[in-house]
């Protein structure tokens, strides 16, 4: 506290200098330099309240504790999410194999063959099942009859792989 308001008492020895040489050069000045002088001691009581206050009180600290910064999730992309979740229908149901991932399937291998070797499945079939393979074309074919029994088992794992692997050759 004696640090503090030897600062403050250093700190007005300026303007109480100012005030004399005010009251002795321009006494005319006077009252507005009275009021500027209040307003300077006004601010060192201030600052020395401040002060003490600060210091009285201990710091604060966090009521929890700061987290590290969590790595950014890896959830795959939501198109990716997506084809995984038809796939595990696919291989769980015959229903879903259908319905939901053999269109998938058929689009995917109707963009590759187009964009990769020029043929359409409608206009080359013959073509398009030497490129494929005959499990994936057995898959993708058009003509692909709905499952007669709707709670069957879809497509088995080794199959599925190597549908995916087909896909992945052209």
Do not use: K
């Not at 330099?33 to 401040?50: D, E, K, M």
């Not at 504790?65 to 015959?94: C, D, F, K, M, Y």
């Not at 109707?110 to 359409?120: D, E, K, M, W």
């Amino acid at each position: 506290m004696n640090r503090d308001l030897g600062r403050a008492l250093r700190a007005l020895i300026a303007p109480t200098v100012a005030l004399f040489v005010v009251l002795v050069f321009i006494p005319g000045r006077l009252s507005l330099a009275v009021r500027i002088y209040g307003l300077l001691v006004c601010a060192v009581a201030l600052a020395l309240a401040l002060s003490a206050l600060r210091r009285s009180y201990p710091r604060a600290r966090r009521l929890r504790p700061r987290r590290r910064q969590q790595p950014a999730s890896r959830r795959p992309p939501p198109g990716l999410a997506r084809i995984e979740h038809e796939t595990a229908l696919g291989v769980a149901g015959a229903f879903d194999l259908h319905f939901r991932l053999v269109p998938r399937i058929r689009a995917i291998a109707a963009g590759l063959l187009a964009s990769r070797r020029s043929v359409s499945q409608q206009a080359a079939p013959d073509t398009a099942r030497n490129i494929l393979g005959s499990e994936t074309w057995e898959l993708v074919r058009a003509d692909r009859p709905p499952p007669d029994d709707r709670l069957a088992r879809g497509l088995p794992v080794l199959e599925m792989r190597s549908v995916v692997e087909s896909l992945e050759r052209i």
